[in-house]
T-cell receptor, first 114, second 114 residues
Framework: KQEVTQIPAALSVPEGENLVLNCSFT??????LQWFRQDPGKGLTSLLL?????REQTSGRLNASLDKSSGRSTLYIAASQPGDSATYLC?????????????FGKGTMLLVSP | DAGITQSPRYKITETGRQVTLMCHQT?????MFWYRQDLGHGLRLIYY???????DKGEVPDGYVVSRSKTENFPLTLESATRSQTSVYFC?????????????FGPGTRLTVT
């Protein structure tokens, strides 16, 4: 059974720092990996989607990498801002028979202080 | 409104009552999903649907019923609500290629069973 782990569970940084969030998964047989952001009391917002054949994706100050063979992904946030404070979730879409759905990590709660 | 919507956003019900959570998407996505989010468990899949009239169980289906008579709607019914079903429920959808597309989430329904 696919398991997704996110480390650290919580992170607090001062504004302006570059930071890395980590995601690991146990089974490298995946279609893709998706990073989400969740603000308190809100739904999930998709940030980046990396297909299994890709190594990284970039959107603005965000860069996500994927190393499928080692079962790891990182989300790099450059020049962090207080508005980046949220919980970041990583999810993989496993390859299996039948329909394929997302398996989520439990998230990293990020606090960026002014 | 374009996108994926859920109603109600908040619901308080009593143990034993039937309650239905609604989900509507305007993209004509084939795949739709119901998740619940609980502290300590993260997001867990309840049911999913690949198309109208095609549904299947996820990780935690007990006590829930779904239907999908129209592509755009995917209601979730708690037949006899229990306190353990107090949670935040998220509906999601993804495009026709299923395994490759991003998954988009609704804003959530916060359900309290007393």
């Amino acid at each position: 059974k696919q398991e997704v782990t996110q480390i650290p569970a919580a992170l607090s940084v001062p504004e302006g720092e570059n930071l890395v969030l980590n995601c690991s998964f146990t089974d490298s047989a995946i279609y893709n990996l998706q990073w989400f952001r969740q603000d308190p009391g809100k739904g999930l917002t998709s940030l980046l989607l990396i297909q299994s054949s890709q190594r990284e994706q970039t959107s603005g100050r965000l860069n996500a990498s994927l190393d499928k063979s080692s079962g790891r992904s990182t989300l790099y946030i450059a020049a962090s801002q207080p508005g980046d404070s949220a919980t970041y979730l990583c999810a993989v879409r496993p390859r299996n028979s039948g329909y394929s759905t997302l398996t989520f990590g439990k998230g990293t709660m990020l606090l960026v202080s002014p | 409104d374009a996108g994926i919507t859920q109603s109600p956003r908040y619901k308080i019900t009593e143990t034993g009552r039937q309650v239905t959570l609604m989900c509507h998407q305007t993209w004509s996505h084939s795949y739709m999903f119901w998740y619940r989010q609980d502290l300590g468990h993260g997001l867990r899949l309840i049911y999913y649907s690949a198309a109208a009239d095609i549904t299947d169980k996820g990780e935690v289906p007990d006590g829930y019923v779904v239907s999908r008579s129209k592509t755009e709607n995917f209601p979730l019914t708690l037949e006899s609500a229990t306190r353990s079903q107090t949670s935040v429920y998220f509906c999601a959808s993804t495009g026709t290629s299923g395994t490759l597309d991003e998954q988009y989430f609704g804003p959530g329904t916060r359900l309290t069973v007393t």
